[in-house]
């Protein structure tokens, strides 16, 4: 079983900044991308930011200079850096991850249960 954990949402207020980790535990043999995703109420859900194995990264127009996606291969973890947050931003925040787990020769895309984060004017 693959499993991911976001966690780091919250309310904030315009301007502030926000950390969200996202680990991905269980039977993994590799984990290629990685990426967070929103989704705002009425709205489809939308890429934020996307890391390669490689840490290529690419953004989401509205979040280029204010957000940052890392990782750290070792602990499995993504991260999302939020700076200068705006009302627009918020959503419930979702994790994913391509990887094969052991015993499969597929990549598959997994999903974390999601985090919310608000932000106030």
């Known amino acids: 079983q693959v499993q991911l954990v976001e966690s780091g949402g919250g309310l904030v207020q315009a301007g502030g900044s926000l950390r969200l980790s996202c680990v991905a535990s269980?039977?993994?043999?590799?984990?290629?991308?990685m990426g967070w995703y929103r989704q705002a109420p009425g709205k489809q859900r939308e890429l934020v930011a996307r890391?390669?194995?490689?840490?290529?990264?690419n953004y989401e127009d509205s979040v280029k200079d204010r957000f940052t996606i890392s990782r750290d291969n070792a602990k499995n973890t993504v991260y999302l850096q939020l700076n200068n947050l705006k009302p627009e931003d918020t959503a419930v925040y979702y994790c994913?991850?391509?990887?094969?787990?052991?015993?499969?020769?597929?990549?598959?895309?997994?999903w974390g249960q999601g985090t919310q984060v608000t932000v106030s004017s």
């Open positions: 890391i390669t194995s490689g840490t290529i990264t």
């Open positions: 994913a991850a391509e990887l094969m787990p052991f015993g499969s020769a597929r990549w598959t895309t997994y």
């Open positions: 269980g039977s993994i043999f590799k984990i290629n991308a």
